[in-house]
C-alpha cells in the first residue's frame, strides 16, 4: 500500500533525499528479506518539542528481523538521515514482521508553493 497523495509538507532537499534513500532501502529489504505478502508505506506529519518532522514508516508482515546486527545498508541509511538531522528507527512490526521509520525535519514550503 502507497498513498495516493505526497505529504501536504515537504522537507528540505537534502532531507528529501534522505526519505527517498530510505524508502527504497526499505522496499528492497522486503521484496529480498521478509517473504511478506504485505507492505504498507505511510507519511505522517507530526508537531514536536523540536518542531515539525516528516515520518516515514515501511511496515512489512512477513518473518521480522533476523538478528540484531543492522546490515550495511540499514547503517548507511542511519548515518545519511542522521547527517539531516533525522532518526532512523527498525524493529518489529505492530503485529509481526518488520517496522522502519525514519523522521526528518520540515522545510517551511508546502506542496504547490514556492520556497
Same mark, same amino acid.
Given at each position: ?18 526519505? =527517498?534513500? =530510505? ?18 508505506? =505511510?507519511?505522517? *506529519?507530526?508537531?514536536?518539542? *523540536?518542531? $515539525? ?11 521480522? /528481523? ?20 533525522? /532518526? ?10 518488520f517496522r522502519l521509520a525514519? $523522521?526528518?525535519?520540515? *522545510?517551511? /514550503? ?6
Amino acid at each position: 500500500e502507497v498513498p495516493e497523495e505526497p505529504p501536504a509538507e515537504l522537507p528540505g532537499e537534502e532531507a528529501e533525499a534522505a526519505l =527517498a534513500w =530510505a524508502l527504497r532501502e526499505a522496499v528492497t529489504n522486503v521484496v529480498r528479506h521478509s517473504g511478506a505478502r504485505r507492505c504498507t508505506v =505511510a507519511f505522517t *506529519a507530526r508537531q514536536t518539542l *523540536a518542531g $515539525r518532522l516528516l515520518e516515514l514508516t515501511v511496515e512489512d508482515d512477513g518473518v521480522g /528481523a533476523s538478528g540484531t546486527a543492522a546490515g550495511n545498508g540499514l547503517t548507511g541509511l542511519s548515518e545519511r538521515v542522521e547527517a539531516v538531522g533525522g /532518526a532512523l528507527e527498525t524493529g518489529p512490526g505492530d503485529r509481526r514482521g518488520f517496522r522502519l521509520a525514519v $523522521r526528518v525535519p520540515l *522545510a517551511r /514550503a508546502t506542496v504547490g508553493s514556492p520556497s
